[in-house]
């Protein structure tokens, strides 16, 4: 209880631990924190405090009593309003949607806090991949449908200054921020101002996630809300911001414009070849073929085309022909409406092709 008040502004005004409470103020309002479990009455007086503090932020006292007996951390609540959660639930495959979009969200400002970029090929840096594992989802809550995660924070202990917050609490900073941004530009009815907005968390994986949670049915909203962490002081960033279904639409369109633009060397793409193109069927010519990615980042690909010299082509055409997955590094760039592997090299086939034949025959 403690940590929450002071990590929300208010002040300890007097220490009265020997009659057994705490005095805190804040805007000339006062609270006596009980802080003898055993006085008789102890249940009366905390019920007394919870009712006050509610009062003051604005919520009901079971929320409260929620967010105080959860793990510490940030909580990210994502509410989403439509014609099919009236009743507070979700059809599955929308819940699954939602889940799999704050994933994004959360890994895209992770690596977007590390280091700011238009697009992330990769989001495998360690530092978010790290945080993504520490995420808890919380009880849902009801109010059309609520989905919660927690962000784990660690407790100011000794710092001097804001630069020392830990990750966890950057990231959520940086993520709201971003939020915030987007549905500004959106408000206004623009899309190009978002190509130049990654040094404020905007990538093109953030936007590719918000466009995954657009409610199904007309009209409906996307609301993004975060509970701060109670051993840590709120930070000055709107904590709620909140999307009309119309304003997602689109934001797919910007994130592929941000995927375009970006040529990324080293990227190794797994799959099956599906085509295999060459102008003249001779032993000592490459040729072209085309893959659909079945692993890591690449699977959200349809198709991604890749040019093979004489020996790795050669390689290709059994590898298409026994249905085995193959492994080839090139750099990732967009032509046209096409994903291209270019310099591609390190192309081998990997996996059995015997266990493998009937999936690459229903691609």
Not at 85 to 97: N, Q
Not at 162 to 173: C, H, I, K, N, S
Not at 178 to 204: C, I, N, P, T, Y
Not at 268 to 277: F, H
Request: glycine share 8%; net charge negative.
């Amino acid at each position: 209880m403690q940590q929450h008040l002071r990590s929300r502004g208010w002040r300890l005004k007097q220490d009265l631990s020997a009659q057994g409470f705490a005095l805190y103020e804040r805007n000339d309002v006062e609270i006596d924190v009980p802080l003898r479990v055993d006085y008789a009455d102890y249940a009366r007086r905390l019920e007394e405090v919870l009712e006050i503090l509610a009062s003051v932020e604005k919520v009901s006292p079971a929320e409260l009593i929620d967010d105080l007996t959860q793990p510490i951390g940030d909580t990210l609540a994502i509410r989403v309003q439509s014609e099919f959660t009236t009743s507070g639930t979700l059809p599955l495959e929308d819940s699954i949607r939602v889940r799999q979009g704050a994933k994004a969200l959360l890994l895209s400002a992770a690596h977007s806090a590390v280091l700011p970029q238009p697009w992330f090929p990769r989001m495998t840096r360690t530092e978010a991949v790290e945080l993504m594992n520490s995420v808890q989802e919380g009880q849902t809550q009801r109010g059309s449908f609520v989905a919660r995660f927690i962000v784990p924070v660690e407790p100011a202990v000794g710092e001097l200054d804001l630069d020392e917050e830990p990750f966890g609490r950057r990231v959520m900073t940086l993520l709201f921020r971003a939020l915030e941004g987007v549905r500004h530009v959106r408000s206004l009815g623009a899309f190009k101002e978002l190509l130049g907005m990654e040094k404020q968390g905007v990538s093109g994986n953030l936007l590719a996630a918000l466009a995954s949670m657009v409610p199904r049915g007309s009209g409906g909203s996307v609301e993004f809300g975060v509970t701060w962490a109670r051993n840590r002081r709120v930070p000055s960033v709107n904590s709620t911001v909140i999307f009309p279904s119309e304003s997602l639409a689109g934001l797919d369109a910007v994130a592929d414009e941000m995927r375009r633009r970006v040529k990324t060397s080293g990227f190794e793409v797994i799959g099956y070849v599906t085509r295999l193109e060459r102008p003249e069927p001779t032993a000592d010519m490459g040729g072209g073929i085309a893959l659909v990615p079945t692993e890591g980042e690449t699977r959200e690909l349809k198709r991604v085309s890749v040019q093979l010299d004489a020996a790795s082509y050669t390689n290709a055409i059994e590898a298409h022909k026994n249905g085995t997955t193959v492994r080839v590094v090139g750099t990732l760039q967009k032509s046209g409406r096409r994903w291209v592997l270019a310099d591609a090299s390190g192309f081998e086939q990997i996996g059995d092709g015997d266990a493998q034949a009937d999936h690459a025959e229903a691609l």
